[in-house]
């Protein structure tokens, strides 16, 4: 017997349409590409993503075409999030930090119809027009007077002329939740870059998990502002949940220097932000420098990679502003896990919360997640052991997008699907998972493993290091040891003797590593995480070298 409820299919139209109706007068805030500050509404951002639907229409764009996006976090790049998805095509939200020949790849891997671009990367659509094989015509995300003359691109279009010429009246085409919305596509350091393609189901659930109290814990009094950008994993969902709850919602375009941001920051009363550890790296240092503090920020969302003790005390001693540390990938859409107390947590000592809160979290409601061992047996949740980590749930991808039939899935005893996220991991009894490492960037020394992770948050501790990355190089008698690669603090003194001294008694003897490296800077991927396979090309051989000089 079928329950007796209405049959409503979870669309992402239906988010911007509460959004108008139940709080049309909250603003949506932008820092554009030419430096001003754009205010709107929600009902503004209505109103001209329907115009978007009906211009992308005259356009000859069908259910389930693919349209690119080379973005900024701005007003018009929501005004696609709904209008492209919503008229049921699919928003395609390309990194314009990868290399032009991976963004050129993945959009003739997408089959993108159109591509939407910020003037910033007019070079970059230059680099790839010609060859991009199924983009009908590229469109500047600018009005009339700020078009690009002589770009040298014959099919240019200009986003302000679309919206000028189209209606308002639209109505959000229903159809079936199951319906792709948005492609997204991995920074796979290795092999091509694979497109995780959500559905509307998919996007809408998550974003009822990630606006709960214990997840991101977004409410209609809040201001949000994600640095982390719209073309990475939807920003974690930010754009939906702002709609969902009816929270401001405050995009900093591409001015994402500490100065900026705290300007931004202050001016708009933000409450809750979030970002990878980089980019609040620069935005603590210019506190520091300036000697400045919030007077709104509540809240900071801190996940793409591990938030160190060191930051986490920071922001929460320095400058009270509370952590939440996310885990999740671009495969999850992306929300896994969130460092947020239980009950129990809460009568702890700060030295014990903080040790809790320095784990990546424990699952949000619908997913599920499990570590095994090499053998694919599952393994127990206690602090001593790791394993691949593991999980599951509808808003985990099964498949990647025109993948050719090698789904990823791996299945248990029980023929359950597993997806396997390459992290490895603990669990602990109250099920807060804690990562220990990538897979591939595991340090295996005489056959037992060091977590890279660990080494490197001891470093940061230190006063004089500003960033540390530890990586396995290859060693003649252990295979392999840790290398530690050090950028000092602007003026601070710090020698080699000195920084693996303050190992001691903090790890194993033998976890310590065997030599430091100090550089300029540490290469960052597209989106802000160390690249440590660069980091090995260069320093691979360094102990191998060292000892046969
Ligand atoms: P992406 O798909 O680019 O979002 O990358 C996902 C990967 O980033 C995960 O598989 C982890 O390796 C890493 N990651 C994400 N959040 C965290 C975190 N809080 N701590 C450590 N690693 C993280």
Known sequence: MNG???????????????????????????????????????????????????????????PADRIGT????????????????????????????????????????????????????LPLIKAVAGRCKTVKAFIAMTD???????????????????????SPDYAWPRFDENAASTLCYTSGTTGNPKGALYSHRSSMLHTYA????????????????????????????????????????????????GK??????????????AGVPTVWQGLLGHLEETGQAFSSMRRTIIGGA?????????????????????????????????????????????????????????????VDMRIVGADGVELPWDVATSGDLQVRGPWVVRDYFRSE???????????????????????DADGFMQITDRSKDVIKSGGEWIGSIDLENIAMAHPAVSQAACIAAKHAKWDERPLLIVVKKPQADLTREELLAFYEG????????????????????????????????????????RVAN
């Open 4 to 62: 007796l409820m209405m049959q409503k299919q979870l669309l992402i139209s239906s988010l911007i349409v509460h959004a108008d109706r139940h709080h049309g007068d909250t603003e949506i805030v932008s820092r554009r590409v030419e430096g001003d500050i754009h205010r709107y509404t929600f009902r503004d951002c209505h109103r001209r993503a329907r115009q978007m639907a009906n211009a992308l229409t005259r356009l000859g764009v069908n």
């Open 70 to 121: 080379l973005a900024w976090n701005g007003y018009r790049h929501l005004e696609l999030y709904y209008g492209v998805s919503g008229m049921g095509a699919i928003l395609h939200t390309i990194n314009p930090r990868l290399h032009e020949d991976q963004v050129a790849y993945i959009a003739n891997h997408a089959e993108d119809q159109y591509i939407f671009f910020d003037l910033t990367f």
């Open 144 to 166: 009339h007077a700020h078009m690009p003359k002589d770009a040298g691109i014959d099919n240019l279009l200009c986003y302000e002329d679309l919206i000028e010429a189209s």
């Open 210 to 257: 990630a606006a709960l109290p214990d997840s991101l814990n977004c409410s209609a009094r809040d201001v949000i502002l994600p640095v982390v950008p719209m073309f990475h994993v939807n920003a974690w969902g930010l754009p939906y949940i702002a709609c969902m709850v009816g929270a401001k919602l405050v995009l900093p375009g591409p001015a994402l220097d």
């Open 260 to 273: 900026s941001l705290y300007e931004l920051l202050e001016a708009e009363q933000v409450t809750v932000s």
């Open 306 to 366: 591990a938030c160190t003790p060191v930051m986490l005390r920071k922001f929460q001693e320095t400058y009270s502003v509370a952590v939440l540390h996310v885990w999740g990938m671009t495969e999850m859409s992306p929300i896994g896990t969130v460092g947020t107390m239980k009950a129990r947590h809460v009568e702890m000592s700060m030295e014990e919360r903080y040790a809790v809160q320095s784990k990546q979290g424990r699952a949000v409601f619908g």
């Open 405 to 427: 039939g090698n789904s990823p899935l791996q299945l248990d005893d029980d023929g359950q699907e597993w997806f396997p996220t390459g992290d490895v991991a603990t669990i």
């Open 506 to 545: 903090k790890i194993a003897k033998w976890w310590t590593p065997d030599d430091v490296v100090f550089v300029d800077a540490i290469p960052l991927g597209a989106t802000g995480k160390i690249q440590k396979n660069r980091l090995r090309e260069q320093f691979g051989d360094h102990l191998m070298t």
